[in-house]
């Protein structure tokens, strides 16, 4: 018997649904995981804002669009003084994944700047509410940021981090958080709890779809259709309906 499985494509919204209320997992349909930046690009100017970024890290010219918008100009004057931070490589618009049993876990980085003995991921946003720092660095989102950021590195854990430029308040402030050994455990150990939810629940499926397949009835419909009283489509009518 052939079983088909779906692979889980989870990223931190995902998991902190895990963590709180798995039963409504099934039904959480991402927006968009792979949208860059931290927080929710809900109007226009963001979505250009990060879309200018995007355009300055492949190389292209950005001026006229910034002299159309000064808020936008503004936004990228800020964020100048980061991008122009000498390095060895500059990854831009980053997803970084890492495959837990049938998990896919993702994240994505605006800006992942590489240094001789440094690796820094910058994300940029527009929010005018930031949380708290403890609040920012507890969240589902850093601690997978940087589990995925180490785990798709050569460094060491006290060797990356994150930092945060909230480019739409008045001074600009930097909220960046390093990383530990330890700090890392300690979330691989969480992750795998939540993670275990997931299992059990798929299992529960599997156990299901079994059953439907392991009746009399299909038992007998495969020897029919084995001995050729069957044709192969008159078999697959009396197949189950399995989701995938």
């Not at 088909?4 to 895990?18: A, P, T």
């Not at 946003?125 to 050569?154: D, G, K, M, V």
């Not at 300690?186 to 939540?194: G, M, V, W």
Request: proline share 5%.
């Amino acid at each position: 018997m052939l079983l088909l499985w779906k692979m889980n494509q989870i990223d931190y919204k995902q998991l902190e649904i895990l963590a709180t209320d798995p039963e409504k997992f099934s039904e959480f349909e991402p927006e968009s995981i792979y949208t860059p930046g931290f927080g929710e690009r809900v109007n226009i100017l963001s979505k250009q804002f990060h879309l200018i970024m995007q355009q300055i890290g492949m190389g292209l010219s950005v001026e006229p669009l910034l002299n159309n918008s000064p808020q936008l100009k503004a936004w990228v004057e800020k964020v100048q003084p980061i991008i122009s931070t000498p390095a060895i490589a500059k990854s831009w618009n980053v997803s970084l994944q890492k495959l837990i049993n049938n998990n896919l876990l993702v994240a994505q980085y605006d800006l992942i700047i590489e240094r001789e003995e440094r690796l820094i991921a910058i994300d940029w946003s527009i929010q005018h509410c930031p949380p708290s720092y403890q609040q920012l660095f507890a969240s589902w989102q850093t601690q997978l940021r940087l589990f995925l950021l180490l785990e798709n590195s050569s460094f060491s854990p006290e060797q990356i981090g994150i930092s945060y430029l909230l480019v739409n308040s008045k001074s600009a402030p930097i909220y960046h958080f390093g990383y530990s050994r330890q700090q890392h455990e300690r979330f691989k150990q969480k992750l795998e709890s939540i993670l275990l939810k997931l299992t059990k629940s798929e299992k529960d499926v599997a156990s299901t779809t079994l059953s439907e397949f392991d009746d009399d009835a299909s038992e007998l419909n495969l020897k029919k259709f084995l001995n050729g009283e069957l044709t192969t489509q008159e078999y697959i009518a009396t197949v189950p309906e399995v989701e995938i």
